[in-house]
């Protein structure tokens, strides 16, 4: 039993304290509700902080700028066969669907790849893994 004579006030949590806690629960045979205890915390908690880490929200580096160059859109590639092609208009060919596609490149040269419906916490999830 704890007794509180003081007025309550809320734990901050340091992003670093809310991950190693959560690697916690990726360990064989641990159960949430074990890991809240030992903690002196709530499952919803520990859910709420899964949740936002799952999104991206939750990170071990905090999110960065990075340098961004726009280029002026490329050629289109010369067809096979070596015929001259006629000038690209960037109308898109009556069947073909149109390349809506974002090319990042780092300072590295590493060129990353990925269509423009892809997620803000996907991304930044792959950003995160090109750069190690």
């Not at 734990?11 to 030992?38: F, H, M, Y």
């Not at 090319?103 to 999830?125: F, H, K, Q, Y």
């Amino acid at each position: 039993m704890e007794i509180i004579t003081g007025v309550e006030r809320r734990r901050q949590w340091r992003d670093e304290e809310k991950l190693r806690i959560l690697a916690e629960l990726n360990e064989p045979g641990v159960k949430c509700s074990e890991v809240a205890r030992r903690h002196d915390i709530s499952r919803g908690l520990l859910w709420q902080w899964r949740e936002a880490q799952r999104r991206g929200r939750l990170a071990a580096e905090p999110p960065a700028f990075l340098p961004l160059q726009v280029v002026p859109e490329l050629a289109a590639p010369e067809p096979p066969g070596g015929s001259a092609a006629l000038p690209y208009t960037g109308a898109a060919d009556p069947g073909v669907e149109p390349d809506e596609r974002i090319e990042i490149v780092l300072p590295d040269g590493t060129a990353v790849r990925v269509t423009t419906t892809i997620s803000a916490g996907i991304l930044r999830r792959v950003l995160a893994a090109v750069r190690t």
